[in-house]
């Protein structure tokens, strides 16, 4: 695995455990029809606070062939942010696998990556890098498991009343505003159904080069702990009508609030300890 | 007129059909992205997710090579198989592991004589025919601010990847110079490590007990940069020498044992990071991995088959590292600062060798960029400089200001199906020795499995370098390799 790949593995997963959980608590007028307040309000949701997790990825290409991941994580919210450790499981050939990461809430600040691969013996300072690329051999990238940050998007409100089996959202446009976003992000045109219940996209799609398109929907969203939390996600690649890929993340196992999370978690010489 | 109205019709209607086509592709798109979806609960626990277990797991590999300048006549390189079983469980505070590493390359065993096969004397048999070794087996005990751990362990130290000048405990595995992949490089020996860390700070005491340098190419191995020094040196030629060695099976003496006082090493670090910065400092007492060779005294070498001691002796090191990470960038550089280091000096007979204690001082430098779509290039490199040498001191034998120059990239891709990697160099004085390339390209059908083929070409000159006499080392190589795990 390279580090670039596995540090998108980890800001993705930084997200599988915090963004795709906000707190009932989070606000916002049903009948809003301002697609930047919806999103912004999205952002600023208070998430789960010392998580446990394990996740089970399963990747299947084109010709029926599946291979599945799973990782274990712990994450905490700090003054600044949160932080996250990661660890790979499985397969054999990536376990041990290990990321680092604090993520600045502030955007102008560098989230600071450090990736541990067992093989070497070394826990390398990685660099942030685009968001456009896949981690993990998935349909994931780092910029569909990430909050979208509305300032980056022209926004529209395609419907401010548009149901996703059975469940009012609001169905709204971003478009990037520069080149630059577009090349990061990976998409030129993204669509989100936005909750109202749970404040989560639980539909997304994105237009991408070469006539792909990718599909994201949030699955099995229900409270733990009192926090709104997505247990399936699915990434779809399709191409003229054709599905290329899927990618099925579940979380096998979660606990917010759990007391063994300490900041003593999050350092370089626990992330060399291992799994 | 007409014609223009006609034209702005078809226009029309074309764009008409364009339209429908690409709703019609969305529409398609919709019902496969979004169509079918499983939304039945999941069965999640609030378990401790984390819990205690033991994981067994092996990794099985066949390498094999061609010499392709010699497949003529003796083209069969290498068919080297390697099995890694491990095993690591965790108790309370402590965590235990337990590995071995096998090896057997079926180039170098029996040696019967099957062509194309190159018949190899014995001290490169004994080198490269079989390993036995231990692999990662400790004992170690984690608390949240600190530990402790002892046994055969492996111990990454400053900031370079290919190329450093601080991580000096753990010896490496230089039989095939270009050829060894980074996570097979270092080969773990008995130690013991404690510290003690914080959130931005960590500070460490590493302490070996053991050497372990017999993974070096014999001094007339195929991949020993001495047998091109020693046989093709002019002075040695005429003399009569050369002719004489190339007839010989010699062998390194490693000194100290492998178990001995003199086999201890020590060394303190401490690290700071914050934000982008990242900066180390190092002091230790440490033993010389490259050695200095002592000759043996005439009776000896007049013998066929004989060994050249080559001592690893202890010397003095200070040290720094720096590190820094702008978005997909990362700088890095290590200075190290070798006080009275031994080297070997040249003396006034050309079958004498003296050994002398120098200051030296080396650093490195790198750079890493990570691209959007995932692809890692990284450039390293590094430069020695003796100090204290006076108007009279002799120079040194093998050059202590060579220069290395690495390149590499690497790259996934295909969902990480296929697997690109390429490494450039280009080493000695003034980067005259020559250089070298590589190019992989991995396959993996499906979890654990890895297929790779690559070539390896060499481009050595007449300069001193580590690749000195490698013109007809190129090679074609093909692995396989199996990863497996059980968790209980």
Known sequence: MTPSRTSKLFASFVVLTVATAVTASAQLAPTSTDPRAVLSAVERQDTGDRAVARVRMTITDGAG??????????????????????????????????????????????????????????????????????????????????????????????????????????????????????????????????????????????????????????????????????????????????????????????????????????????????? | MIRRQSLCALA???????????????????????????????????DEPERASTTYSITVRADSAVWTERLGSAGFAKLRFTSDPRVITRYRDFRFALGIRAEGDAAYVGQANYAPRVRYDTATRDTYAWVLRPGETFVAWDRPRGGISMGFQSVAIGQGEALTVVDLLNPRDLREPGLTALEDARVPILMTRGGFFGEHYRVEVVMTHQTYFRLVPPPLGQWSPIRAALLEDPELVSLGIAGALATKDIAWQQEPRMFSGRSQSLLARGVWERGAFSVGGYAGYVIDPQGVARLPDAATLAQNRFSIPLEHRHFGMVAGSFAYTKGAFAVFAEGALDIERPINVLADSPVDLLIDRRTLARWMGGGRYTNARGGVLTVEYAQGLLHAIGRDDPPPLVPTSVATIVARYDHAFARDTWRFGSVVAVTGRGLRGGGFGRVELAWIPMDGLRITAGYAIYVPTDEPSAIRGFERHDRAMLSVRWDDSWTF
């Open chain 2, 12 to 46: 029309a209607v074309l764009a008409c059909v364009a339209i429908a086509e690409h709703a019609a592709a969305q529409s398609e798109d919709d019902d496969v992205g979004f169509g079918d979806l499983d939304t039945s609960a999941i069965e999640t626990t609030d």
């Open chain 1, 65 to 275: 062939h599946r291979r599945e991941r799973t990782l274990a994580s712990r994450s905490m919210r700090y003054a600044g942010g949160t932080k996250t450790l990661l660890f790979v499981e499985s397969p054999a050939d990536m376990r041990g696998t290990g990321l680092l990461s604090i993520d600045h809430r502030v955007a102008t600040e560098d989230d600071e990556q450090w990736l541990f691969l067992p093989s070497v013996h070394r826990a390398t300072r990685i660099g942030s890098t685009g968001r456009s690329g896949a981690f993990l051999g998935s349909d994931f990238s780092y910029g569909d498991l990430t909050v979208v940050e509305p300032d980056d998007f022209e926004l529209s409100m395609l419907d401010a009343n548009a149901a996703v089996d059975g469940e009012a959202t609001w169905y709204i446009a971003a478009t990037p505003r520069s080149a630059a976003i577009r090349t990061r992000i990976g998409y030129s045109r993204l669509e989100l159904w936005v909750s109202k219940r749970s404040l989560l996209p639980i539909r997304s799609k994105g237009t991408m080069g070469g006539g792909r398109v990718k599909f994201i929907a949030l699955l099995d969203v229900r409270a733990v702990s009192g926090i709104q939390t997505a247990h399936r996600l699915v990434a779809r690649t399709v191409r003229n009508g054709q599905l290329e890929s899927e990618t099925v993340l579940e979380r096998v196992s979660l606990r917010y609030g759990d007391s063994s999370v300490t900041d003593a978690d999050f350092t370089v010489p626990r992330l060399e300890r291992g799994p």
